[in-house]
């Protein structure tokens, strides 16, 4: 199997993607999170493997966007407790270490372990592509903040592991066929999906209503801005139920009323939760 994901060898993508689909799945990074879309839909990648929010930083909006501009369908939900480790070249120790270089979120969850040790932090594109980078030079008292398996991959020394503030830093990743690829059967137990309200007083509190009215439980609500149409909104909600239940369909129906646009993003399993 090919899964698409974004970033490079060790990213906490890849980290996710094969401990759901296994060690020998052959994964296939990209530099943008577009490339990934490019490669499901060409057929270069059976499936894309993209994280959608992270439960301290929050949603993430370019792969929100994606999924509803590109014709993908979710087909699979999983989750990855993060832990942030330290990482330098052989022979560098923990005292040595005057900067740390990964991606601006991972050094906003580490940024009490370093301001303890007066590290300097250095924001780069990517967590695992920080630690590529300072596997490739010899900069003195440089370290990169990166997954355990960044250390493997790029033969660099753990100084220091689970340095982020939070133990339940949790990141949630989609899974995603091109349309008209959506395996038959299997469970349905949660549907994401996009919305646009028509511009009247009350629209979105009925949109919101037709999912009380039938006993669908929401599990996220958030809103994006509609590129082409500047200050309006698409709105993303997760619930419990496949797209096909009785009730999500009845729900769905009358959503139609007040809502200019819906996309059905996916219909999947529900992923377990790991525990910190």
Not at 72 to 85: F, P, R, S, T
Not at 216 to 241: C, H, K, M, W
Request: with cysteine; proline share 6%.
């Amino acid at each position: 199997m090919r899964v698409a994901y974004q970033g490079v060898r060790g990213a906490y993508s890849e980290v996710a993607l094969k401990k759901r689909y296994g060690p020998g799945t052959e994964a296939l990074g990209f530099p943008f999170s577009e490339q990934v879309f490019d490669a499901v839909e060409s057929d270069r990648a059976d499936l894309g493997f993209v994280p959608v929010e992270n439960s301290i930083a929050g949603p993430v909006g370019v792969n929100m966007d994606l999924l509803l501009e590109r014709p993908v369908y979710a087909v699979a939900e999983d989750y990855l407790l993060i832990e942030h480790c330290l990482l330098a070249r052989p022979g560098t120790k923990l005292t040595d270490v005057r900067a740390a270089l990964s991606h601006p979120v991972a050094l906003a969850q580490v940024r009490d372990f370093l301001n303890s040790r007066k590290i300097k932090a250095v924001p780069e594109y990517d967590t695992a592509g920080a630690a590529e980078l300072v596997a490739g030079r010899t900069v003195p008292g440089e370290a990169a903040v990166a997954s355990r398996q960044c250390a493997a991959e790029y033969g660099l020394t753990v100084l220091a592991e689970g340095i982020q503030k939070s133990r339940n830093n949790t990141t949630r990743f989609l899974a995603f066929v091109k349309a008209g690829a959506e395996p038959r059967g299997g469970k349905r137990e949660k549907t994401s999906l996009a919305f646009a309200v028509n511009h009247k007083p009350g629209a979105l509190l009925r949109c919101l209503k037709c999912f009380a009215d039938h006993g669908v439980n929401l599990t996220r609500l958030e809103s994006r801005p509609i590129a082409s149409d500047p200050f309006q909104y698409y709105f993303f909600v997760d619930f419990l139920g496949g797209a096909d239940a009785p009730e999500v369909e009845k729900a769905l129906d009358e959503l139609s009323a007040d809502a200019r646009a819906i996309k059905v993003l996916g219909s999947y399993p529900a992923g377990p939760k790991p525990k910190g």
